[in-house]
């Protein structure tokens, strides 16, 4: 199976803040790459598909990139309601998984 | 748009099975697949399998082969995940979450989450 590994585990950041966040794939997966954002006793809500396509209603601060088996969220200028747990999440093949989550802490 | 709705918390003891709903409000089956996807507490995300609700064709995880179980009910529109054998390292929420089409690709909707505690 396809391994996601996200760095850093946490990141404590203050507002206004640029942040950004790295999950590196086992093997190529193309851009079959997605993001979730994750808040406490939440459901995960998707964020970015395909690397960098951001998904419907997501604020313009948030983007993703590619480089081959590396792919990167970035958070522009973070604000407080940014608190969370990122996910990545590869849907190349099955089974999917994901990256063990990048927790965002606000100073 | 589309809510997946869950069904409500579970207490199971050691060794039983536990069946969680998902139903799509204001939808029918259509063109889309409905994965499982666990957490337990304080950790990450853990796929376990899926289903394409039309087809009634899952797919599962190694490591829950023989002992999940997801199915469809067309007439209900609603996806079912099963468990057997359960185990204290079983306990944790339980979503599903649904992928816009029938290949392998994101997850735009999840539902709520349905908490399965194992314990005796």
């Known amino acids: 199976e396809i391994v996601l590994t996200q760095s850093p585990e946490f990141q404590s950041v203050t507002p206004k803040e640029k942040v950004t966040i790295t999950c590196r794939a086992s093997?190529?997966?193309?851009?079959?790459l997605h993001w979730y954002q994750q808040k406490p006793d939440q459901s995960p809500k998707l964020l970015i598909k395909?690397?960098?396509q951001s998904f419907s209603g997501v604020p313009s601060r948030f983007s993703g990139s590619a480089s081959g088996t590396d792919f990167t969220l970035t958070i522009n200028s973070l604000e407080a309601e940014d608190a969370a747990t990122y996910y990545c999440?590869?849907?190349?093949?099955?089974?999917?998984?994901f990256g063990q989550g990048t927790k965002v802490e606000i100073k | 748009q589309v809510q997946l709705v869950q069904s409500g918390a579970e207490v199971r003891k050691p060794g039983s099975s536990v069946k969680v709903s998902c139903k799509p409000s204001?939808?029918?089956?259509?063109?889309?697949?409905i994965s499982w996807v666990r957490q337990a507490p304080g950790q990450g995300l853990e796929w376990m399998g899926r289903?394409?609700?039309?087809?009634?064709?899952?797919d599962y995880a190694q490591k829950f082969q023989g002992r999940v179980t997801i199915t469809a009910d067309k007439s209900t529109s609603t996806t079912y995940m099963e468990l057997s054998s359960l185990r204290s390292e079983d306990t944790a929420v339980y979503y599903c979450?649904?992928?816009?089409?029938?290949?392998?690709?994101?997850?735009?909707?999840w539902g709520q989450g349905t908490l399965v505690t194992v314990s005796s």
């Open positions: 979450a649904r992928s816009p089409g029938i290949t392998i690709i994101e997850f735009d909707q």
């Open positions: 204001g939808d029918t089956f259509s063109s889309y697949a």
């Open positions: 289903i394409i609700p039309i087809f009634g064709i899952a």
């Open positions: 093997q190529s997966i193309g851009f079959s």
């Open positions: 395909y690397a960098s």
């Open positions: 999440h590869q849907s190349s093949s099955l089974p999917h998984t």
